[in-house]
């Protein structure tokens, strides 16, 4: 049987997909960069591969925060009922 994913669930496939590329793409830029001695675009370069991270982490933290959010029954989460949570 073939499950389904759920929108959230390819949504933040689909935003780690497209963070992988474009960091290997603005890797390869760097490398270009470099190779030519042409260094002046390092911080431009290296700036866009944060703010893709960043994008990522807010992304992620709303999926985790949703599924965390949804495995939970009768008020505790699926952990605690299992008794490995020890917080409580």
């Known amino acids: 049987m073939i499950k389904k994913w759920t929108v959230s669930k390819a949504i933040a496939l689909g935003i780690l997909a497209v963070d992988a590329s474009c960091t290997y ?5 760097c490398y270009l960069a470099i190779c030519r001695q042409f260094a002046g675009t390092m ?40 008794g490995g949570d020890e917080s409580c």
């Not at 793409?25 to 830029?29: A, D, Q, T």
């Open 43 to 82: 911080p431009y370069l290296t700036t866009l591969i944060g703010a893709l991270q960043a994008s990522t982490a807010v992304v992620l933290t709303a999926y985790f925060g949703k599924s965390r959010a949804e495995n939970t029954r009768g008020g505790i989460t699926y952990d605690a009922a299992l």
């Open 25 to 29: 793409v603005v890797l390869y830029f």
